[in-house]
Nanobody, 120 residues
């Protein structure tokens, strides 16, 4: 079984920084794209940032220039460095990864979510 375990959320003042981490574990043959999504109260889950296995990245317009996604293949971990945080960044952040396991089939896996609260 595959697991994605997130860490790094918390409470921060506007203008501050946080770094989220998400580590994949289990029987994994390969990991394709990894990404971060977020869901604020009363809103739909939205893509924040994604990084492919080749290192290409894509960001939501609302976080461009403030957030940076990266990954460490050896640690099977994806990171989200969040700078210049705003109150509108407050949400539950979810890690997502496309993982190929035994049998050669790729599935989407989700972490349990980590709360990020930005106080103004």
């Amino acid at each position: 079984q595959v697991q994605l375990v997130e860490s790094g959320g918390g409470l921060v003042q506007a203008g501050g920084s946080l770094r989220l981490s998400c580590a994949a574990s289990g029987i994994i043959l390969s990991i394709n794209a990894m990404g971060w999504y977020r869901q604020a109260p009363g809103k739909q889950r939205e893509l924040v940032a994604v990084i492919t296995s080749g290192g290409s990245t894509n960001y939501a317009d609302s976080v461009k220039g403030r957030f940076t996604i990266s990954r460490d293949e050896a640690k099977r971990t994806v990171y989200l460095q969040m700078n210049s945080l705003k109150s509108e960044d407050t949400a539950v952040y979810y890690c997502n990864a496309a993982i190929k396991g035994l049998g050669g089939v790729t599935y989407d896996w989700w972490g349990q979510g980590t709360q990020v609260t930005v106080s103004s």
